[in-house]
């Protein structure tokens, strides 16, 4: 009995001093968006599919630019949200870090605590030499409930508001894409 009571308070030892779980991509943004006002956001599906499609056609191109795959507008609808946004962005291997570097930027940080966003989709892929990682994140909300938004578009219904930011880290080349909106502070718009 003794030999088992000791074991358990070896085992409970080892579990308070073991380091805790890292968080998920979605939680470290719920974090960032809980301290900030905001509500969480959960992984969902359609927005992983449109980041990771999106992060595959920057690193085929090894170009770092939001039309990879066509207008933000386009490829996000499929999502049916009535506001998203994306941030983009190259150089670290970890979200971790991606993350850090979309906080310290307004424009990013903007996306990241987007009104009434619900749902986020996350990814990343490396470009052929496998040397540079792109990232890609959809952050969504404003959804319409099941049933609702199936025949005509409303006249008075705000249309759905799209907003990206791309960022690269520090000394690396900017996007080889010339084909910017609105060019501020270094970001292609």
């Not at 960032?32 to 980041?51: P, Q, S």
């Not at 499929?78 to 971790?96: C, L, M, T, V």
Request: include cysteine.
């Amino acid at each position: 009995m003794d030999r088992m009571a000791g074991g358990l308070v070896a085992g409970l030892l080892l579990l308070a001093t073991a380091p805790a779980m890292a968080e998920s991509p979605a939680e470290q943004i719920s974090s960032f968006r809980l301290k900030h006002g905001e509500v969480r956001v959960v992984r969902d599906a359609t927005l992983d599919r449109i980041a990771m499609d999106q992060a595959r056609a920057m690193a085929a191109k090894d170009d770092l630019s939001h039309d990879a795959l066509g207008p933000f507008n386009r490829r996000v609808a499929p999502a049916g949200a009535g506001r998203a946004a994306e941030n983009i962005a190259y150089g670290y291997d970890n979200f971790e870090k991606t993350l850090g570097q979309w906080i310290d930027s307004s424009g990013h940080r903007k996306n990241l605590l987007l009104h009434n966003a619900s749902r986020v989709g996350i990814a990343s892929a490396k470009n052929a030499s496998g040397k540079r990682t792109y990232w890609a994140m959809v952050i969504a909300g404003d959804y319409e409930p099941k049933g609702k938004g199936k025949g005509k578009q409303d006249k008075d219904k705000e249309p759905l508001v799209a907003v990206k930011r791309e960022a690269a880290p520090a000394g690396k080349p900017k996007s080889k894409s010339n084909n910017c909106h609105v060019k501020l502070l270094g970001l292609c718009i």
